[in-house]
């Protein structure tokens, strides 16, 4: 034995070397688990912070909208010169503000009338039918400003009828900052005269100034003095922001304040629990000109799906380890006389841990790095994942390679060599076809050794048969994506898939298309003769549907009777597109209103198609979706069983410009 050798043994007799060993090794698992902890947070901080920013701009998307649509008001006031209140109920009822903007409570117009105009004005307004109207409320003041048209013209709205909006404080400033900018304006925290005195819910109004078009509005005197009135939209916070914010899977909890947090300035609150959040965000958002405060909170959903065990897992890992260690140099200073007369004893067991080698589940093997024999040592387990016994491996008269499915040999033989290379442990899942002919999947997982010189000699590793979890991957997988009844994709791949259609329109300049198919007459099938017979009907439709568009097209299900169909690269113009789509509609039609059979019955049900055609992200998939369901109803208004293209709406065309 050399004099190095010698003293290391002498050195590791020593009780006081476990004990410096266990002082290191707990130190260490300290600062592995600190920094773990840190790397955690930060991570789940980084998603809450994304999720906390796409709220935000979802809600600034949304109240820039119904800006779009008072600008829209008040671009049909100057066209008009003063609409008429029949002119004006029109206008509203074709936005259909309850589909395309759901939240908003009412659009109205205030006109501004002087003190000196106040009689001649209500009695205007009173030869028009509404002999009770008068401004509200009394009072002698200067200037008054009277809701003259507010649509829809219903139920609470009424209540707002004739009510001077310019005498309250809070909403004079915003129609003053409307009036001086020319621009849309948020007013602060209200409660809205249309409130019952039940129910209360916290409100806001953003207003738009309508000017004379024969006089000029390019300066703040200017825009005073030409001032007639404001198209306005009033809000009840909780009926809109509950529409906004995704509060429904609970990651993420949402107070909203008006101007800055505080009690009396709470807009809308989603928190439905008390104590700390683990994340908080607070960011301000600026529209028409006034600030709102969203503070966000983590929900017990977020730190539930959020949560890591890693740390954990490092901390109580590290210190077993560190006992583990300890204990092994603590026993081995005071018991290596024992352990080496144990040694023959060690030798005379290897059999017995061949034995349990050989009761592993899956198969053991050792094979020698840049041997020409593939396999140095193997375990009986091999058997029961290929079917064929270690020895004809071992012999070279078999290679296992050949076994491995086709498709997967280069990725196994490229994980092994990057493995030998870095001399690291490596883990890869494939196939292999047994010889009762069944395919089964398998986890291979390797670790390369190294002899005293540092070349790689030995490969050790463990294939175990993961067949049944695999099955279960895929089976979790289709229930996630397919719609159970037919097959076809659902609502949630369905989007996905047309976002990565948009974003491969994007990047080649080709147009595609979308249609909403909904079966016409499908109720009465489902009454008449149960929901067995609707399913058939239901799976046969999918059937046409899939046999009646091309490889690259996708058809999915959203539920009920109603099917989508995303047509891939129909053209390099709309035109081009809109008529292949409408070619293929057609065919759809042909197909779908043939009679289907239900046992020895057949019945009859046509489609009312949809189509709206895209071309990189000029919209998003949602509202492509809405646009295709918008043309359906157009289908269905005009009589069924046909097809119509989807049409720009008067407030989407004013957006556009």
């Keep these: 034995m050399t004099p190095v050798l010698q003293r290391f043994n002498h050195i590791l007799d020593r009780e006081s070397v476990a004990w410096v060993v266990l002082v290191l090794a707990l130190l260490m698992t300290l600062v592995l688990w600190r920094q773990s902890e840190r790397e955690v947070f930060h991570r789940q901080q980084d998603h809450f912070l994304r999720l906390a920013e796409k709220q935000r701009n979802i809600l600034n998307s949304r109240m820039h909208d119904y800006e779009q649509v008072l600008r829209g008001g008040a ?60 401004i509200f409320p009394p009072g002698d003041r200067d200037m008054y400003s009277s809701i003259v048209y507010i649509e829809p013209f219903k139920g609470r709205n009424l209540r707002a009828f004739g009510y001077d909006m310019y005498s309250d404080s809070v909403r004079r400033e915003a129609m003053e900052r409307a009036r001086d900018t020319g621009q849309p304006a948020l007013s602060g925290k209200v409660t809205l005269v249309q409130e019952l005195g039940t129910g209360v819910q916290p409100g806001f109004l953003i207003y738009f100034p309508v000017y004379r078009s024969d006089l000029p509005h390019d300066t703040v005197a200017a825009r005073r003095q030409a001032l007639i009135g404001f198209v306005y939209s009033p809000f009840r916070s909780f009926d809109l922001l509950n529409g906004v914010f995704d509060t429904s899977t609970q990651l993420l909890e949402v107070e909203l304040y008006d101007s800055h947090p505080a009690l009396g300035n709470l807009l809308y609150s989603s928190k439905a629990t008390r104590g700390r959040a683990k994340y908080m965000s607070e960011v301000p958002l600026r529209i028409g000109g006034h600030t709102w405060v969203i503070r966000f909170h983590s929900g017990p959903r977020f730190d539930a799906t959020e949560a890591s065990n890693q740390p954990m897992v490092i901390l109580l890992g590290g210190l077993a380890l560190s006992l583990l260690l300890f204990s092994v140099l603590y026993m081995n200073a005071r018991h290596r006389r024992t352990m080496r007369r144990t040694a023959v004893k060690l030798e005379q067991s290897l059999d017995s841990y061949k034995t349990l080698v050989e009761n592993i589940p899956g198969a053991v093997f050792r094979s020698e790095v840049g041997s020409p024999v593939p396999v140095f040592q193997l375990s009986q387990g091999v058997r029961a994942l290929t079917g064929v016994p270690p020895e004809r491996f071992l012999s070279g008269d078999l290679s296992y390679s050949q076994l491995i499915h086709p498709e997967d040999r280069d990725k196994v033989a490229t994980a092994i060599a990057e493995a030998i290379a870095r001399r690291s442990a490596y883990s890869i899942e494939y196939r292999i076809k047994a010889t009762d002919g069944f395919t089964r999947w398998v986890n291979e997982r390797g670790r390369v050794t190294t002899d005293e010189t540092g070349r790689s000699r030995w490969l050790d590793g463990l294939v175990l048969d993961i067949t049944e979890r695999k099955a279960a991957e895929i089976m979790i997988r289709d229930l996630a994506f397919n719609d159970t009844l037919t097959g076809l994709p659902n609502r949630r791949l369905l989007l996905d898939r047309l976002d990565r259609h948009l974003v491969a329109s994007e990047r080649t300049g080709r147009y595609g298309a979308l249609m909403f198919i909904d079966m016409d007459n499908f109720k009465a099938i489902n009454d008449t003769l149960g929901h067995e017979a609707g399913d058939q009907v239901l799976i046969e439709v999918a059937r046409r549907l899939l046999t009646s568009v091309r490889e690259s097209d996708t058809v999915s299900r959203l539920g009920g009777d109603e099917f989508v169909v995303i047509l891939d690269s129909l053209g390099d113009t709309a035109e081009t597109a809109a008529a292949e789509a409408a070619e293929l509609g057609s065919k759809m039609l042909v197909r779908l209103s043939q009679p289907y059979r239900i046992g020895t019955l057949l019945r009859n049900s046509t489609p009312s198609i949809g189509i709206t055609t895209f071309c990189g992200h000029k919209a998003s998939a949602v509202q492509l979706l809405r646009q295709a369901d918008h043309a359906m109803y157009q289908a269905k208004t005009a009589g069924r069983n046909q097809l119509q293209f989807y049409r720009e709406a008067p407030v989407e065309a004013a957006r556009a410009g």
């Design 75 to 134: 671009a049909l006031f100057a066209a008009s010169n003063t609409p008429s209140r029949e002119q004006w109920r029109v206008y509203v009822d074709m936005l259909e503000l309850d589909k395309t903007l759901p939240g908003i409570l009412a659009t109205g117009f205030a006109v501004m009338v002087p003190n000196q105009a106040r009689s001649a004005h209500e009695d205007a307004i009173r030869a028009e039918g509404f002999p009770r109207y008068a």
